[in-house]
């Protein structure tokens, strides 16, 4: 059951949002392209990497509001394949910031009964961040409560090849191969695929973003830079999400009680 009594003061904005989302009709999963770290800096004449810091808090406390709403998968967008182009000093901040943040919150994870797991080529960031990560990884690894996946050097297409390459290696069959067959080769085999995909910072792209589990979600954009992002953001983009209609190809709930159109035979 869902844990709300911290989320929101009495009489706040936070509150008037939460009381109108229908918590019998939340997303699983929520993934998060994290956007505008850069920008948010440069509005207020600072470096790039105080954007990056800011963008810690938001991510602590989505973390925080997903697990209170019984969320079952968060995903966020930490550090792209793409990412490793940027300036060398720029990296290698993101990395200590990255392992500074999994050392600290740790703790906190374990007691809020939070999973964590790395969903990317693990094996491609410094050794000491990929022994933080696995620390994480293991000191979590019995809790069941929000699954938290940390998208770090991670491309979408790489994904599907680096699962083309298991089948290959496993000599699975073509008549052998479905789309069951191929996700459950997937970085994320085994959670369900998101339904809400939020991206701030106003920018309409996927950027190679979970590219084979998307195909179903719901986009919602925002315009706030993600240092910016907050639980009223979070509880706008679960509101537009629950005025969607979700078809997944078919007809509407209203549309398939009315009963489908007689096609008419020339």
Not at 84 to 104: G, H, I, N, Q, S
Request: glycine share 6%; with cysteine.
């Amino acid at each position: 059951m869902a844990d709300l009594a911290q989320l929101a003061s009495p009489g706040s904005d936070e509150d008037r949002l939460l009381r109108q989302i229908d918590l019998a009709r939340l997303p699983r999963h929520v993934a998060v392209i994290m956007d505008g770290n850069g920008r948010w800096a440069r509005k207020r004449r600072l470096p790039r990497i105080a954007g990056h810091r800011a963008g810690i808090a938001s991510v602590r406390e989505l973390v925080e509001t997903c697990a209170r709403l019984d969320v079952s998968v968060l995903t966020v967008y930490a550090f792209s394949k793409e990412n490793w182009k940027r300036p060398k000093a720029e990296v290698d901040f993101l990395m200590d910031l990255l392992r500074d943040y999994m050392r600290k919150e740790l703790d906190e994870l374990c007691e809020n009964n939070i999973r964590v797991q790395v969903v990317g080529r693990l094996y491609e960031l410094p050794a000491v961040v990929q022994d933080v990560l696995q620390r994480a990884v293991t000191a979590t690894a019995a809790n069941t409560g929000l699954v938290f996946n940390l998208a770090l050097s991670y491309g979408g297409r790489a994904e599907i090849v680096d699962a083309c390459k298991e089948l290959i290696r496993e000599g699975v069959l073509p008549e052998d191969l479905d789309e069951e067959a191929f996700a459950r080769r997937l970085y994320t085999a085994g959670q369900p695929d998101p339904d809400l995909v939020i991206r701030t910072g106003g920018e309409m792209r996927v950027s190679n973003f979970l590219l084979w589990q998307i195909a179903y979600a719901e986009f919602v954009m925002t315009d706030a830079l993600w240092p910016d992002f907050r639980k009223r953001d979070f509880f706008q983009a679960l509101l537009e999400f629950q005025r969607r209609e979700r078809r997944f190809g078919g007809p509407s709930p209203r549309e398939a009680a009315e009963g489908s159109p007689t096609l008419v035979q020339g």
